[in-house]
């Protein structure tokens, strides 16, 4: 950071131009002399000091605490403590090297323009023990940039949201380019999705990016009837997301199972909904991006309670919904994209719970829709214009089976029946290329 005095500079100039005028004698006659020199300072506003654009060259792929040269690490934090637009460039050292994260995520708080050496030739790694970047200002928002690297092996656990966004977590402008984005894992928790690749909820604009073999599981609770987490493997988007010439491969994502109920007569938690590629709740414009290959898989729904005592059996939970390349609900604006080989596997309902005596058993619960290519649920608008879509399967979760009936009881009079057996629930839909559960869906 380089500050100009301009009135220093100026008033030196003044200096030096007078000694040549009193070396001159026709000066001598002129009443003013270098006056005018001497006071041109006062006549020129002087600048605030300025902060200039600066370039920081990481010259080293460790990430030790203790190391020689410029780390990535050293780059970001110096870029962090000021706020102008800095650029992070890669020395030639730098080329075909890995450089493994030992000090957890990278948080960026600032604008920067990181430039790498490209996908083959540099890869940053979160050791299976971080996330990779963590792009948050809490204050105001920040516009950054990551073009030319591959970002792998980052797990989701970081200080914002853990668990949501395997490599990269985003609350600012991003744009990604030319970058792959492959083999990160997330595991959900009790406050949080698991998201395999990007979580976004600010702004997101992604060129020419792979994101591949990526995988998200939900959280699964064990007891208390609660629902299962949500899962994604490639992009999670509750804010502005667009996508251009991207292709978003093998994603693999698990919806947690519900959580058995541990009350008398009590529902299972639902299963957590599961996206292999691209889970949309904000805004998601598409185009000439490819889907294939990607999986979901619903979480299965939570056992019902027992009638114990006097209770009918409770319902079991509802499997939750999968889609194998997007999951949208809300808006969706999809031109031109190849949506081909996705699966989507609903989760299988809960089963209901023994009937107390004389008491029925409970329902089971349905089972969750599967859709290979495109789910739309909500109130959503949902708009496809000239996309492929082929060879996309989907397989709607098993109904859940009904819970046994109480058994009868015998009384010095009477003999009592036993209650009858729940009823099963209902399989859930599967559709290959496009399911609308709700909302409007226009296609041309």
Not at 71 to 76: G, K, N, P, T, V
Not at 97 to 109: F, R
Not at 171 to 182: A, F, M, N, S, Y
Request: glycine share 22%.
């Amino acid at each position: 950071m380089i500050t100009l005095n301009w009135r220093a500079a100026v008033e030196a100039l003044g200096q030096k131009l007078a000694w040549r005028a009193r070396l001159r004698p026709r000066l001598r006659r002129m009443s003013y002399r270098v006056s005018p020199w001497k006071n041109l300072a006062a006549f020129v506003e002087p600048l605030e000091g300025r902060q200039l654009l600066t370039t920081i060259t990481v010259t080293t792929a460790s990430d030790a605490i203790s190391h020689s040269g410029v780390s990535l690490r050293d780059a970001i934090n110096t870029a962090n403590k000021d706020t102008v637009a800095d650029t992070i460039q890669f020395d030639a050292a730098v080329n075909n090297q890995t450089i493994l994260l030992s000090q957890g995520e990278l948080l960026i708080t600032t604008p920067i323009t990181i430039t790498g050496l490209g996908a083959t030739h540099l890869t940053i790694h979160g050791n299976n023990a971080s996330r990779i970047f963590d792009i948050a200002n809490t204050s105001s928002n920040v516009n950054v940039t990551i073009t030319g690297m591959t970002l792998q092996n980052g797990n989701g656990v970081g200080a914002n949201a853990s668990g949501s966004g395997g490599a990269i977590y985003n609350t600012e402008t991003l744009t990604i380019e030319d970058c792959v984005i492959t083999v990160n894992t997330a595991y959900g928790t009790t406050t949080s999705e698991a998201v395999g690749g990007i979580y976004n909820t600010g702004k997101l604009t992604s060129n020419n990016n792979v994101i591949s073999s990526n995988y998200a599981y939900g959280f699964e609770p064990v007891g208390g009837g609660s629902n299962g987490g949500a899962a994604t493997g490639g992009i999670r988007n509750t804010g502005t997301f667009n996508s251009t010439g991207d292709t978003i491969l093998a994603n693999y994502a698990y919806g947690g199972d519900g959580g058995y109920a541990d009350e008398e007569g009590g529902t299972g938690g639902n299963g957590g909904r599961a996206t292999g590629g691209i889970n949309n709740s904000g805004t998601f414009t598409s185009q000439n991006d490819s889907f294939s290959l990607n999986v979901g898989v619903g979480g299965n729904g939570g056992l019902g309670g027992t009638g114990g005592s006097e209770f009918i059996g409770g319902f079991g939970g509802t499997g939750g919904d999968a889609a194998g390349a997007v999951y949208n609900s809300k808006l969706l604006n999809s031109t031109n994209d190849i949506i081909s080989s996705n699966t989507g596997t609903g989760g299988t309902g809960g089963s209901g719970g023994f009937g107390s005596q004389d008491n029925p058993g409970g329902k089971g619960g349905n089972g969750g829709f599967g859709v290979g290519g495109v789910l739309s649920s909500g109130t959503t608008t949902s708009t496809i214009s000239g996309d492929t879509l082929t060879n996309n399967y989907g397989n709607g979760g098993n109904a859940g089976k009904g819970g046994n009936g109480g058994q009868g009881k015998t009384t010095d009079e009477y003999n009592y029946a036993g209650g009858d057996g729940g009823a099963g629930g209902i399989g859930g839909i599967g559709a290959g290329a496009v399911c609308v559960r709700s909302g409007i869906l226009e296609s041309t």
